[in-house]
């Protein structure tokens, strides 16, 4: 098994070779992008007639979500859209750094060539990108999300566990979905390529705990940033389009 390297391209939503894994990539896209609304009610049927699949693989696919916590479940009742709150956000936020600092760590000390190349690659892509969609500078840009998520994946890449890189994608999903409900928060500023520069340069040097404080300081920025949105007393619903709640 080879380590030390990740696939540039490769934007963490795996194959969509069957009916069911297709539903799932939809549906987890829309879970996290924000478009359904929190603790809404899935019925079978409405995801059936949305999605355009059997009730069948539409199972399979809340099945699989429901195990990746996107979603909950309620015996004899179906399923349920995972609420959000304060206590939640910082236990995730906890959690992930704990987590990533040990696979930081791990994939300094085992660095390869390969790894420094695609770190300084990975960075220079996400420098390029514009954070905000070009259609609504209200909303994330798809593109920046990829790229944002494959720096991430290619800093701890390297640290010899694959288990704990997709404990830290799992991680990675949940604290997507509250920072969709901050991408306008405007109370906090900040200038997020020189925080993912100070991470790189650090990593790149070799300097471990210099990594982890630029990493650790990174994510509790976002989270003090989805704070604001619970102070502010807006209990933040993930938004949801019209015609979304017609699955209650």
């Given at each position: 098994?080879?380590?030390?390297?990740?696939?540039?391209?490769?934007?963490?939503?795996?194959?969509?070779?069957?009916?069911?894994?297709?539903?799932?990539?939809?549906?987890?896209?829309?879970?996290?992008?924000?478009?359904?609304?929190?603790?809404?009610?899935?019925?079978?049927?409405?995801?059936?007639?949305?999605?355009?699949?059997?009730?069948?693989?539409?199972?399979?696919?809340?099945?699989?979500?429901?195990s990746e916590g996107l979603l909950g479940r309620h015996d004899q009742r179906g399923f349920f859209i995972m609420p959000v709150s304060a206590a939640e956000l910082e236990e995730l936020t906890r959690t992930r750094c704990w987590l990533e600092e040990r696979a930081l760590r791990e994939s300094i000390a085992h660095r390869t060539a390969e790894w420094e190349e695609q770190l300084v690659l990975a960075l220079h892509r996400l420098g390029r990108a514009s954070r905000l969609s070009p259609q609504s500078t209200s909303s994330l840009n798809p593109d920046w999300e990829k790229l944002h998520r494959t720096f991430h994946r290619v800093l701890i890449s390297a640290c010899r566990s694959h288990w704990l890189v997709g404990f830290c994608d799992q991680l990675s999903d949940h604290a997507y979905r509250y920072r969709q409900m901050a991408n306008d928060g405007e109370s906090i500023q900040r200038d997020d390529f020189a925080e993912h520069r100070l991470i790189a340069e650090n990593a790149l040097d070799g300097n471990a705990d210099g990594a982890v404080q630029a990493l650790i300081a990174h994510y509790e920025l976002t989270a003090a940033m989805c704070m604001e949105r619970f102070k502010q007393g807006e209990a933040p619903q993930v938004a949801a389009g019209p015609g979304q709640r017609a699955h209650r």
């Open positions: 098994m080879t380590y030390g390297a990740a696939n540039l391209n490769d934007d963490g939503t795996g194959a969509k070779s069957t009916l069911a894994s297709t539903v799932y990539h939809q549906l987890r896209d829309d879970l996290l992008g924000g478009a359904l609304e929190a603790e809404s009610k899935l019925r079978v049927e409405w995801v059936v007639s949305k999605y355009g699949a059997g009730a069948s693989p539409v199972r399979e696919a809340l099945n699989r979500l429901a």
